[in-house]
């Protein structure tokens, strides 16, 4: 990447994000971070670097504020329906804008396309989301290519998630993008990611 600092990695975290869209991807890369000879660093925030409530209930207390985690080389932003009230925040979306002016590579997990549609980084991209989204998304960027069966859409500087569990997907697909696949099999591995749904 060519920022020139260590490899880093910021998941901004917001009142009622979905909880598996935050720690899945955490998760997995946190796992890299250990692992790895380029040891990445990961780091979570928030806005003004206070705690939030995800939206089950679970509270984070993440490392930094947003002013404080930059230069960034991925970030990672969750979905969750803390997602609507701020597709319609038009300075959160103005600092959307320009974190993405300043950052290599921009994720989605879930309904954060929704997110990065209204800060207009979508448009005429294909792109995913959660499959209860797709509507919304049509609805903010008219413009974007809506792929319904991918778990992952990689177009290159911007790779978005569909809901929730896939996030350690998209996650695991950093990992083999930023590194190697052997090195993503291996935290595979670790977290013991195989999955074969019992349902």
Not at 87 to 113: F, M, N, Q, Y
Not at 136 to 157: K, N, Q, Y
């Amino acid at each position: 990447m060519s920022t020139g600092s260590p490899l880093r990695v910021g998941i901004f975290v917001f009142d009622d994000a979905e909880e598996l869209d935050v720690v899945g991807p955490y998760e997995v890369l946190a796992a890299w971070a250990a692992l790895s000879e380029l040891r990445p660093e990961v780091l979570t925030f928030s806005t003004d670097g206070s705690g939030v409530r995800l939206a089950k209930g679970l509270r984070i207390v993440p490392d930094r504020a947003a002013d404080d985690v930059v230069p960034l080389h991925v970030l990672v932003y969750p979905g969750g329906g803390g997602t609507r009230v701020l597709a319609k925040d038009s300075e959160h979306l103005d600092w959307v804008r320009s974190i993405r002016a300043e950052t290599p590579l921009v994720t989605s997990v879930c309904t954060g396309a929704l997110v990065l549609a209204a800060a207009g980084l979508l448009a005429g991209r294909p792109a995913t989301t959660h499959w209860g989204a797709f509507d919304e998304l049509a609805a903010i960027e008219p413009s974007v290519l809506p792929d319904t069966e991918a778990r992952f859409v990689d177009d290159g500087d911007v790779i978005t998630a569909a809901g929730v569990s896939a996030g350690i997907d998209m996650a695991l697909h950093l990992v083999a993008r930023l590194e190697s696949r052997e090195v993503a099999a291996q935290v595979r591995r670790a977290i013991q990611y195989d999955p074969s749904p019992p349902v």
